[in-house]
């Protein structure tokens, strides 16, 4: 606790972890800019056959006055179910086209440029202990996107499983 309060991180930084990650791409994208201290590895369609998988928002929310405050309220009702009707026939689409390209014989690398930025990537990530602090301490904000929130609050969850000493005083020290 000492350590961590007082911001002698160094102890903090030798620990590595992890994880598997899946997530729509938009969102890797925006996590992606957490590098210093991380390691990435991430599944490529250029290499990889099957099917497609996207991401369609259980809670859709609406543009707020101001683009920086993130998201407005929850769009309930019809709204938001012909928002969700939307997602899915924007992403028939896209994944029909993909497939119609590939079986023209379009390589694998170039008929993926039509996927949205809501399709489902993997990847491997690897930081140190202090790293996925910092990530969480950003991402856990009020001001995070919500599905970047949720995913930050699995890596919460799961490091408090494996270090819960260190990872409360690294916690508690933001």
């Known amino acids: ?3 961590a309060r007082e911001k002698h991180v160094t102890p903090f930084r030798h620990p590595t972890i992890s994880f598997r990650c899946k997530a729509p791409i938009a969102i890797a994208r925006q996590l992606g800019k957490h590098q210093v201290g991380f390691s990435w590895n991430e599944m490529s369609r250029r290499y990889k056959d099957g ?3 996207c991401f369609v928002p259980e809670e859709i ?6 683009l920086h405050a993130g ?4 769009l309930i009702g019809a709204n938001g179910e012909a928002a969700k009707v939307a997602f899915e026939r924007a992403y028939t689409l896209a994944v029909q086209t993909y497939e119609g ?3 023209e014989g379009v390589a694998p690398e170039q008929a993926r440029f039509v996927l949205p930025q809501g399709m489902i990537t993997e990847w491997v990530w690897t930081g140190s202990l202090f ?5 969480c301490r950003q991402r856990l904000s009020d001001h995070a996107q919500y599905e ?3 995913f930050a609050s699995t890596i919460d ?4 499983k494996i270090y819960p000493i260190s990872w409360d005083a690294l916690r508690e020290a933001h």
């Open 148 to 150: 970047v929130r949720v």
């Open 131 to 135: 790293g996925w602090s910092e990530l």
């Open 1 to 3: 606790k000492f350590l």
């Open 101 to 103: 390209l590939l079986s």
């Open 61 to 66: 929310f609406e543009r707020p006055s101001d």
């Open 51 to 53: 099917a497609v998988e």
């Open 71 to 74: 998201s407005g309220s929850l």
């Open 157 to 160: 969850e799961e490091l408090r």
